[in-house]
């Protein structure tokens, strides 16, 4: 079945970085487009990072653009979030999501980042 598993998540001060991993299995990973999201608190979920199927193109929040980069290993099967100069705001549970045109998104089960001295 599929499966997203999202890894890397923890406690970090303020301008660490953190480098978030999200493996896939059980669909055809280079045909999806990959993205990472985040909900804290109180809040919706929000779109970090989107990366297409070979990866020529990326796109950021605003809140993280120059911070965060989106990449991902189709070999691997694997999208990865380094996420450099965190801040306190970066806190929040971050997901992984595939998808395509046609196919209803999946979600991994979320990793928690914490930014905070």
């Known amino acids: 079945q599929v499966q997203l598993v999202e890894s890397g998540g923890g406690l970090v001060q303020p301008g660490g970085s953190l480098r978030l991993s999200c493996a896939a299995s059980?669909?055809?990973?280079?045909?999806?487009?990959m993205s990472w999201y985040r909900q804290a608190p109180g809040n919706e979920r929000e779109l970090v990072a989107v990366?297409?199927?070979?990866?020529?193109?990326?796109n950021y929040a605003d809140s993280v653009k120059g911070r965060f980069t989106i990449s991902r290993d189709n070999a691997k099967n694997t999208v990865y979030l380094q996420m450099n100069s965190l801040k306190p705001e970066d806190t929040a549970v971050y997901y992984c999501?595939?998808?395509?045109?046609?196919?209803?998104?999946?979600w991994g089960q979320g990793t928690q980042v914490t930014v905070s001295s």
């Open positions: 990366i297409t199927s070979f990866g020529g193109y990326t």
């Open positions: 059980g669909f055809t990973f280079s045909s999806y487009v």
């Open positions: 999501n595939a998808h395509r045109a046609g196919s209803p998104p999946w």
